[in-house]
Protein backbone atom coordinates (compact mmCIF):
# COMPACT_ATOMS: atom_id res chain seq x y z
CA UNK A 1 0.00 0.00 0.00
CA UNK A 2 1.55 3.49 -0.97
CA UNK A 3 -1.09 5.22 1.55
CA UNK A 4 0.13 5.11 5.22
CA UNK A 5 -3.18 3.64 6.56
CA UNK A 6 -4.75 2.80 10.08
CA UNK A 7 -4.30 -0.07 11.87
CA UNK A 8 -7.90 -1.65 11.16
CA UNK A 9 -7.09 -1.58 7.57
CA UNK A 10 -3.80 -2.84 7.45
CA UNK A 11 -5.20 -5.88 9.58
CA UNK A 12 -7.64 -6.76 6.75
CA UNK A 13 -5.36 -5.76 3.56
CA UNK A 14 -1.70 -6.07 4.58
CA UNK A 15 -0.48 -8.38 1.78
CA UNK A 16 -3.92 -9.62 0.70
CA UNK A 17 -5.74 -9.18 -2.61
CA UNK A 18 -8.33 -11.32 -4.31
CA UNK A 19 -6.25 -14.05 -5.69
CA UNK A 20 -5.27 -13.41 -9.48
CA UNK A 21 -6.08 -16.81 -10.93
CA UNK A 22 -9.27 -17.05 -9.54
CA UNK A 23 -10.49 -14.35 -7.95
CA UNK A 24 -10.75 -15.91 -4.61
CA UNK A 25 -11.36 -12.93 -1.87
CA UNK A 26 -10.28 -15.70 0.50
CA UNK A 27 -6.75 -16.17 0.41
CA UNK A 28 -6.45 -20.31 -0.72
CA UNK A 29 -3.97 -22.43 1.35
CA UNK A 30 -1.13 -23.72 -0.76
CA UNK A 31 -0.42 -27.43 0.99
CA UNK A 32 2.42 -28.16 -1.76
CA UNK A 33 5.51 -29.45 -0.56
CA UNK A 34 7.34 -28.84 -3.55
CA UNK A 35 7.47 -25.72 -6.70
CA UNK A 36 7.88 -26.31 -10.43
CA UNK A 37 11.23 -25.09 -11.92
CA UNK A 38 11.15 -23.99 -15.46
CA UNK A 39 12.70 -26.17 -18.46
CA UNK A 40 15.97 -24.07 -17.32
CA UNK A 41 16.15 -25.23 -14.04
CA UNK A 42 15.62 -22.03 -12.60
CA UNK A 43 12.17 -20.90 -10.06
CA UNK A 44 10.93 -17.94 -11.63
CA UNK A 45 7.89 -17.60 -9.30
CA UNK A 46 10.16 -18.10 -5.84
CA UNK A 47 8.99 -21.24 -4.04
CA UNK A 48 11.04 -24.46 -4.37
CA UNK A 49 10.64 -26.90 -1.27
CA UNK A 50 8.29 -25.56 1.32
CA UNK A 51 10.43 -25.73 4.27
CA UNK A 52 12.17 -22.51 2.71
CA UNK A 53 9.05 -20.85 2.10
CA UNK A 54 5.25 -21.31 1.15
CA UNK A 55 3.13 -18.40 -0.34
CA UNK A 56 0.88 -18.55 3.17
CA UNK A 57 4.21 -18.13 4.78
CA UNK A 58 5.27 -15.14 2.66
CA UNK A 59 1.49 -13.43 3.04
CA UNK A 60 1.78 -14.27 6.87
CA UNK A 61 5.30 -12.55 7.81
CA UNK A 62 5.08 -9.60 5.31
CA UNK A 63 1.69 -9.11 7.33
CA UNK A 64 3.05 -9.54 10.03
CA UNK A 65 6.14 -7.26 9.56
CA UNK A 66 3.69 -4.46 8.29
CA UNK A 67 1.65 -4.44 11.41
CA UNK A 68 4.89 -4.28 14.08
CA UNK A 69 6.86 -1.75 11.78
CA UNK A 70 10.09 -3.65 10.89
CA UNK A 71 11.63 -4.88 7.73
CA UNK A 72 10.31 -8.30 8.01
CA UNK A 73 9.38 -11.11 10.12
CA UNK A 74 9.94 -15.16 10.49
CA UNK A 75 6.95 -16.82 11.62
CA UNK A 76 7.80 -20.40 14.07
CA UNK A 77 5.93 -23.63 14.91
CA UNK A 78 5.42 -21.70 18.31
CA UNK A 79 6.18 -18.95 20.50
CA UNK A 80 9.12 -21.01 22.40
CA UNK A 81 10.56 -21.69 18.91
CA UNK A 82 10.70 -18.13 17.86
CA UNK A 83 12.71 -17.88 21.44
CA UNK A 84 15.10 -20.53 20.29
CA UNK A 85 15.78 -18.82 16.88
CA UNK A 86 16.90 -15.36 18.36
CA UNK A 87 18.89 -17.50 21.42
CA UNK A 88 21.17 -18.92 18.64
CA UNK A 89 22.16 -15.92 18.44
CA UNK A 90 24.71 -16.53 21.30
CA UNK A 91 27.65 -17.97 20.77
CA UNK A 92 29.28 -19.78 23.71
CA UNK A 93 30.65 -17.19 26.31
CA UNK A 94 28.18 -14.46 25.28
CA UNK A 95 25.70 -12.95 27.78
CA UNK A 96 21.93 -13.12 28.07
CA UNK A 97 20.21 -10.76 30.25
CA UNK A 98 17.11 -11.13 30.77
CA UNK A 99 14.19 -10.22 33.11
CA UNK A 100 13.65 -11.49 36.15
CA UNK A 101 9.86 -11.73 36.10
CA UNK A 102 8.44 -13.49 32.88
CA UNK A 103 6.66 -16.13 31.29
CA UNK A 104 8.18 -19.37 32.67
CA UNK A 105 8.45 -21.28 29.71
CA UNK A 106 11.09 -18.65 28.37
CA UNK A 107 13.15 -18.35 31.69
CA UNK A 108 13.44 -22.28 31.82
CA UNK A 109 14.60 -22.33 28.43
CA UNK A 110 16.77 -19.46 28.80
CA UNK A 111 18.34 -21.31 31.65
CA UNK A 112 18.26 -24.94 29.91
CA UNK A 113 19.59 -23.68 26.99
CA UNK A 114 22.29 -20.91 27.81
CA UNK A 115 24.25 -23.85 30.24
CA UNK A 116 24.61 -26.40 26.97
CA UNK A 117 25.32 -23.66 24.98
CA UNK A 118 27.89 -21.80 27.15
CA UNK A 119 26.64 -18.89 27.49
CA UNK A 120 25.34 -16.83 30.62
CA UNK A 121 22.52 -15.86 31.78
CA UNK A 122 21.69 -12.59 34.63
CA UNK A 123 18.27 -12.54 35.75
CA UNK A 124 17.18 -9.07 36.72
CA UNK A 125 15.11 -6.42 38.03
CA UNK A 126 14.40 -4.68 35.01
CA UNK A 127 12.57 -1.68 36.56
CA UNK A 128 15.98 -0.94 38.38
CA UNK A 129 17.67 1.06 35.62
CA UNK A 130 21.06 1.49 37.82
CA UNK A 131 20.97 -2.36 38.80
CA UNK A 132 20.66 -2.95 34.65
CA UNK A 133 23.77 -0.79 33.95
CA UNK A 134 25.49 -2.32 36.35
CA UNK A 135 24.84 -5.36 34.85
CA UNK A 136 24.80 -4.50 31.59
CA UNK A 137 28.84 -2.88 32.34
CA UNK A 138 29.95 -5.75 34.58
CA UNK A 139 31.50 -9.19 33.88
CA UNK A 140 34.50 -10.00 30.73
CA UNK A 141 31.89 -11.31 27.96
CA UNK A 142 30.19 -9.38 25.68
CA UNK A 143 26.14 -8.71 26.71
CA UNK A 144 24.72 -10.29 23.35
CA UNK A 145 21.25 -9.87 24.59
CA UNK A 146 18.80 -7.97 26.77
CA UNK A 147 15.62 -9.47 26.96
CA UNK A 148 12.34 -7.52 28.10
CA UNK A 149 8.92 -8.55 28.49
CA UNK A 150 6.64 -5.90 29.52
CA UNK A 151 3.70 -6.03 30.85
CA UNK A 152 5.13 -9.48 32.40
CA UNK A 153 3.63 -12.76 33.06
CA UNK A 154 1.43 -12.73 35.33
CA UNK A 155 2.41 -9.70 37.63
CA UNK A 156 1.61 -7.17 34.54
CA UNK A 157 4.74 -5.58 35.78
CA UNK A 158 5.60 -2.19 33.05
CA UNK A 159 8.95 -1.32 32.30
CA UNK A 160 10.11 1.24 30.29
CA UNK A 161 11.24 0.19 26.85
CA UNK A 162 12.85 3.51 25.52
CA UNK A 163 15.09 3.74 28.68
CA UNK A 164 16.01 -0.02 28.39
CA UNK A 165 16.53 0.69 24.66
CA UNK A 166 19.58 3.13 25.35
CA UNK A 167 20.81 1.19 28.07
CA UNK A 168 21.17 -2.31 26.12
CA UNK A 169 22.96 -0.22 22.44
CA UNK A 170 24.89 1.63 24.87
CA UNK A 171 26.50 -2.01 26.06
CA UNK A 172 26.19 -2.83 22.38
CA UNK A 173 23.70 -5.95 23.20
CA UNK A 174 20.34 -6.17 20.96
CA UNK A 175 17.74 -5.40 22.98
CA UNK A 176 14.79 -8.10 22.35
CA UNK A 177 10.75 -7.32 23.61
CA UNK A 178 8.59 -9.68 24.02
CA UNK A 179 5.51 -8.57 22.85
CA UNK A 180 2.59 -11.05 23.47
CA UNK A 181 0.77 -9.42 26.10
CA UNK A 182 0.54 -5.78 24.53
CA UNK A 183 0.00 -7.05 20.79
CA UNK A 184 0.98 -4.09 18.01
CA UNK A 185 -2.31 -2.55 19.23
CA UNK A 186 -1.12 -1.80 22.83
CA UNK A 187 2.23 -1.06 22.47
CA UNK A 188 4.99 -0.18 19.07
CA UNK A 189 8.49 -1.09 20.59
CA UNK A 190 9.90 -0.90 17.06
CA UNK A 191 9.53 3.45 17.92
CA UNK A 192 11.71 2.59 20.82
CA UNK A 193 14.14 1.26 19.49
CA UNK A 194 14.10 -2.26 20.43
CA UNK A 195 16.03 -4.70 17.43
CA UNK A 196 13.74 -7.73 17.65
CA UNK A 197 9.99 -7.94 18.45
CA UNK A 198 8.89 -11.66 19.66
CA UNK A 199 5.11 -13.23 19.58
CA UNK A 200 4.00 -16.07 20.92
CA UNK A 201 1.37 -15.89 18.36
CA UNK A 202 -0.72 -18.77 20.14
CA UNK A 203 -2.02 -15.87 22.07
CA UNK A 204 -3.53 -12.91 20.93
CA UNK A 205 -2.69 -13.01 17.48
CA UNK A 206 -4.13 -15.90 16.93
CA UNK A 207 -6.99 -14.74 19.02
CA UNK A 208 -9.02 -17.75 18.97
CA UNK A 209 -7.49 -20.35 20.87
CA UNK A 210 -6.63 -23.07 17.94
CA UNK A 211 -3.30 -22.09 16.45
CA UNK A 212 0.21 -22.78 17.82
CA UNK A 213 2.70 -20.46 16.66
CA UNK A 214 5.69 -17.59 17.37
CA UNK A 215 6.86 -14.99 15.49
CA UNK A 216 10.35 -12.96 15.37
CA UNK A 217 10.04 -9.53 14.06
CA UNK A 218 12.84 -7.42 12.97
CA UNK A 219 13.24 -3.80 13.32
CA UNK A 220 15.66 -2.36 10.42
CA UNK A 221 18.67 -5.16 10.29
CA UNK A 222 18.26 -7.18 7.03
CA UNK A 223 21.17 -9.64 8.11
CA UNK A 224 19.70 -10.25 11.10
CA UNK A 225 16.22 -11.27 9.31
CA UNK A 226 18.43 -13.32 6.97
CA UNK A 227 19.76 -15.30 10.16
CA UNK A 228 16.72 -16.06 11.56
CA UNK A 229 15.75 -16.84 7.94
CA UNK A 230 18.27 -19.46 8.10
CA UNK A 231 17.11 -21.09 10.92
CA UNK A 232 14.02 -21.53 9.84
CA UNK A 233 15.22 -23.78 7.40
CA UNK A 234 17.89 -25.33 9.35
CA UNK A 235 15.90 -26.55 12.08
CA UNK A 236 12.80 -26.64 10.13
CA UNK A 237 10.83 -24.92 12.45
CA UNK A 238 9.01 -22.47 10.24
CA UNK A 239 5.21 -22.16 10.81
CA UNK A 240 3.32 -25.35 8.38
CA UNK A 241 0.80 -23.81 5.69
CA UNK A 242 -2.58 -24.31 7.36
CA UNK A 243 -1.53 -22.22 10.25
CA UNK A 244 -0.18 -19.39 8.50
CA UNK A 245 -3.20 -19.35 6.39
CA UNK A 246 -5.43 -20.12 10.00
CA UNK A 247 -3.32 -16.80 11.50
CA UNK A 248 -3.12 -14.54 8.80
CA UNK A 249 -7.63 -14.79 9.00
CA UNK A 250 -7.31 -13.83 12.73
CA UNK A 251 -4.94 -10.85 12.13
CA UNK A 252 -7.99 -9.60 10.01
CA UNK A 253 -9.50 -8.83 13.33
CA UNK A 254 -6.77 -8.35 15.72
CA UNK A 255 -7.61 -4.99 16.62
CA UNK A 256 -11.10 -5.24 16.78
CA UNK A 257 -10.54 -8.09 18.91
CA UNK A 258 -7.94 -6.36 21.63
CA UNK A 259 -9.77 -3.19 21.63
CA UNK A 260 -12.42 -4.80 22.92
CA UNK A 261 -10.38 -6.88 25.40
CA UNK A 262 -8.18 -3.84 26.29
CA UNK A 263 -12.42 -2.32 26.98
CA UNK A 264 -13.64 -5.23 29.07
CA UNK A 265 -10.23 -5.46 30.61
CA UNK A 266 -10.63 -1.90 32.14
CA UNK A 267 -13.76 -2.33 33.45
CA UNK A 268 -13.24 -5.64 35.28
CA UNK A 269 -10.30 -4.16 36.95
CA UNK A 270 -12.28 -1.55 38.21
CA UNK A 271 -14.79 -4.03 39.46
CA UNK A 272 -12.54 -6.11 41.42
CA UNK A 273 -10.27 -3.05 42.79
CA UNK A 274 -13.26 -2.50 44.58
CA UNK A 275 -14.44 -5.61 45.93
CA UNK A 276 -14.14 -6.51 49.46
CA UNK A 277 -12.70 -10.18 48.56
CA UNK A 278 -10.23 -9.15 46.61
CA UNK A 279 -6.90 -8.19 48.15
CA UNK A 280 -5.35 -6.72 45.23
CA UNK A 281 -5.07 -6.57 41.74
CA UNK A 282 -2.83 -6.00 38.60
CA UNK A 283 -3.28 -4.28 35.72
CA UNK A 284 -1.60 -1.44 34.38
CA UNK A 285 -4.49 0.82 33.64
CA UNK A 286 -5.24 1.43 37.52
CA UNK A 287 -3.82 4.51 38.60
CA UNK A 288 -2.73 2.76 41.98
CA UNK A 289 -0.52 0.13 39.32
CA UNK A 290 3.24 0.91 40.35
CA UNK A 291 3.74 1.02 36.24
CA UNK A 292 1.02 2.99 35.96
CA UNK A 293 2.51 6.29 34.68
CA UNK A 294 4.94 4.46 32.11
CA UNK A 295 1.91 2.14 30.61
CA UNK A 296 0.41 5.91 29.92
CA UNK A 297 3.70 6.82 27.86
CA UNK A 298 3.95 3.48 26.48
CA UNK A 299 1.05 1.34 25.73
CA UNK A 300 -0.97 4.01 23.69
CA UNK A 301 -3.31 1.98 22.37
CA UNK A 302 -4.33 0.42 25.70
CA UNK A 303 -3.55 -1.25 28.61
CA UNK A 304 -4.56 -5.19 27.11
CA UNK A 305 -6.66 -7.62 28.29
CA UNK A 306 -4.44 -9.57 30.85
CA UNK A 307 -5.22 -9.00 34.59
CA UNK A 308 -4.39 -10.90 38.09
CA UNK A 309 -6.02 -10.56 41.03
CA UNK A 310 -4.76 -11.88 44.59
CA UNK A 311 -8.01 -13.06 46.29
CA UNK A 312 -8.67 -12.64 50.03
CA UNK A 313 -8.05 -15.44 52.06
CA UNK A 314 -5.37 -17.48 50.54
CA UNK A 315 -4.70 -20.19 48.28
CA UNK A 316 -8.19 -22.16 49.29
CA UNK A 317 -10.07 -19.02 48.63
CA UNK A 318 -8.44 -18.33 45.49
CA UNK A 319 -8.90 -21.74 44.65
CA UNK A 320 -12.97 -21.66 45.02
CA UNK A 321 -13.12 -18.17 42.90
CA UNK A 322 -11.91 -20.02 40.15
CA UNK A 323 -14.14 -23.19 41.00
CA UNK A 324 -17.26 -20.97 40.63
CA UNK A 325 -16.51 -19.29 37.93
CA UNK A 326 -19.26 -20.10 34.52
CA UNK A 327 -18.33 -17.74 32.06
CA UNK A 328 -14.42 -17.40 32.86
CA UNK A 329 -13.26 -21.40 31.68
CA UNK A 330 -10.65 -22.66 34.00
CA UNK A 331 -7.73 -23.06 31.74
CA UNK A 332 -3.89 -22.02 30.82
CA UNK A 333 -2.92 -19.75 28.02
CA UNK A 334 -4.13 -16.41 27.19
CA UNK A 335 -5.47 -13.90 24.52
CA UNK A 336 -8.41 -15.78 23.23
CA UNK A 337 -11.86 -14.42 22.31
CA UNK A 338 -13.06 -16.18 25.73
CA UNK A 339 -12.26 -15.72 29.03
CA UNK A 340 -10.04 -17.95 30.96
CA UNK A 341 -9.27 -17.74 34.69
CA UNK A 342 -5.88 -19.68 36.11
CA UNK A 343 -4.41 -20.54 39.41
CA UNK A 344 -1.03 -19.16 38.29
CA UNK A 345 1.48 -20.92 41.19
CA UNK A 346 -0.24 -24.49 40.21
CA UNK A 347 0.45 -24.28 36.78
CA UNK A 348 4.40 -22.73 36.86
CA UNK A 349 4.94 -25.17 40.22
CA UNK A 350 8.37 -24.90 42.28
CA UNK A 351 10.23 -21.71 41.85
CA UNK A 352 7.19 -19.91 40.58
CA UNK A 353 7.21 -16.32 41.66
CA UNK A 354 3.26 -15.91 41.12
CA UNK A 355 1.66 -15.70 45.25
CA UNK A 356 -0.37 -18.60 45.95
CA UNK A 357 -3.71 -16.62 46.04
CA UNK A 358 -2.80 -15.03 42.71
CA UNK A 359 -5.26 -15.88 40.17
CA UNK A 360 -4.33 -14.36 35.98
CA UNK A 361 -7.56 -13.59 34.26
CA UNK A 362 -7.38 -13.23 30.17
CA UNK A 363 -10.55 -11.07 29.26
CA UNK A 364 -12.01 -12.08 26.25
CA UNK A 365 -14.48 -10.44 24.24
CA UNK A 366 -17.62 -11.13 26.35
CA UNK A 367 -20.15 -8.61 27.39
CA UNK A 368 -18.07 -6.96 30.43
CA UNK A 369 -21.31 -6.89 32.46
CA UNK A 370 -21.45 -10.61 32.03
CA UNK A 371 -18.69 -11.14 32.98
CA UNK A 372 -18.79 -8.99 36.13
CA UNK A 373 -21.73 -10.56 37.24
CA UNK A 374 -19.79 -13.97 36.59
CA UNK A 375 -17.50 -12.80 39.15
CA UNK A 376 -19.72 -11.08 40.85
CA UNK A 377 -21.43 -14.72 41.75
CA UNK A 378 -17.91 -16.49 41.89
CA UNK A 379 -16.44 -14.09 44.57
CA UNK A 380 -19.66 -14.97 47.02
C1 LIG B 1 2.81 -18.35 25.78
C2 LIG B 1 3.95 -17.41 25.84
C3 LIG B 1 5.19 -17.75 25.27
C4 LIG B 1 5.46 -19.10 24.64
O1 LIG B 1 4.73 -19.29 23.48
P1 LIG B 1 4.22 -20.72 22.92
O2 LIG B 1 3.47 -20.35 21.71
O3 LIG B 1 3.41 -21.35 24.02
O4 LIG B 1 5.46 -21.52 22.64
C5 LIG B 1 6.21 -16.79 25.31
N1 LIG B 1 6.02 -15.59 25.89
C6 LIG B 1 4.84 -15.24 26.47
C7 LIG B 1 4.71 -13.90 27.10
C8 LIG B 1 3.78 -16.13 26.46
O5 LIG B 1 2.60 -15.79 27.04
Not at 79 to 104: F, H, K, P, T
Amino acid sequence: MSEPAGLNTLCVHAAHAPEAATGAVAAPIHLSTTFERDADGEYPRGYRYSREGTPNRTALEACLAQLEGGVGAAAFASGLAANMAVLELLAAGDRLIASQEGYYGSLRQFSVFAERRGARIEFVDLADAARVEAVLKGGTARPRLLWIETPTNPLLNVVDLPALVELGHRAGALVVCDNTFATPVCQRPFESGVDLIIHSGTKYLGGHSDVLAGVVAVREDAALLGRLQEWQRMAGAALAPFDCWLLRRSLATLALRVRAQCAGAAKVAAFLARHPAVERVFYPGLREHPGHTIALRQMRGGFGGMLSVCVAGGREAALRVAARTRLFTRATSLGGVESLIEHRASIEGPGTRAPENLLRLSVGIEEPEDLIADLTQALG
